[in-house]
């Protein structure tokens, strides 16, 4: 089942389905997000009570411990593969979560933000995926709000594909640690993968702070992906969010 899970995001990826490929998913109409769970059986989790995203809110205060992340400048290519724009990583980046390694796979982003923080949603979130030896995934998402141009985006835009499915390698490896705010506090809680086959089971980590980006940025953005890539917020079903 983790093993499953992993495979879907990876194959995901990597036969680049997109959007109007009429196997597959959207974010609108027959194929948007209220249709997931019928269009495949693959999809049955898309209907589960421990979804993403969610809205933050009502959260309870507990120990966080610091995150340990050793990223290091391995993201080498980027996909568009028709539903987001994704830095694909060499091994040897990690997030240090539970006792375990996760090792960062990709980051890819949402314009809107697919988390709201307290009722506030943000015009662009990136979502760091990592993966433990067994599959179990944790995802590390960063909100951007709107201020002044993102360094790290500045290097990495003028390098999307343009073509869904389009694959174009970077012109030098590029660190996650560039995405992350200065200050490291976060939410927790358990939910899914926001895309099908909507696995549950995967630790959600939010940063509290954003960064920011500029309008220029995020436009450039949704002019490549052509739609909104949000998913809409799931019910918590009496899931605590913990600070
Ligand atoms: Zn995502």
Redesign the pocket.
């Known amino acids: 089942m983790k093993k499953l899970a992993l495979a879907a995001l990876m194959a995901c990826a990597s036969h680049a389905a997109f959007a109007g490929d009429g196997s597959h998913w959207g974010y609108a109409g027959a194929e948007g997000p209220d249709q997931w769970a019928k269009l495949s059986p693959d999809n049955y989790a898309c209907n589960g009570k421990n979804q993403s995203p969610v809205d933050l809110k009502g959260t309870i205060h507990a120990a966080l411990k610091p995150l340990k992340m050793e990223y290091q400048a391995g993201g080498g290519e980027v996909l568009n593969n028709g539903h987001?724009l994704q830095v694909g990583f060499a091994p040897g980046s990690a997030l240090w979560l539970d006792g375990q390694r996760f090792e960062l796979k990709q980051y890819?982003f949402?314009a809107p933000s697919?988390n709201l923080i307290a009722g506030v949603s943000y015009p662009l979130e990136v979502?760091l995926v990592h993966a433990d030896k067994d599959g179990n995934l944790a995802v590390v998402a960063v909100m951007f709000k709107q201020g002044a141009d993102n360094k790290a985006l500045a290097a990495l835009w003028p390098q999307l594909p343009k073509e869904a499915g389009a694959k174009a390698a970077l012109a030098a490896p590029l660190s996650a640690a560039a995405l992350l705010p200065a200050k490291r506090g976060y939410y927790r809680f358990s939910g899914s993968l926001?895309?099908p086959p909507c696995s549950e089971g995967v630790r959600w980590l939010v940063m509290k702070s954003p960064v920011t980006v500029s309008k220029a940025q995020v436009d450039a953005f949704a002019e490549l992906i052509h739609h909104p890539n949000n998913r809409p917020v799931q019910a918590l079903n009496g899931r605590s969010i913990l600070d």
């Open positions: 987001t890819h949402h697919e979502h926001t895309t």
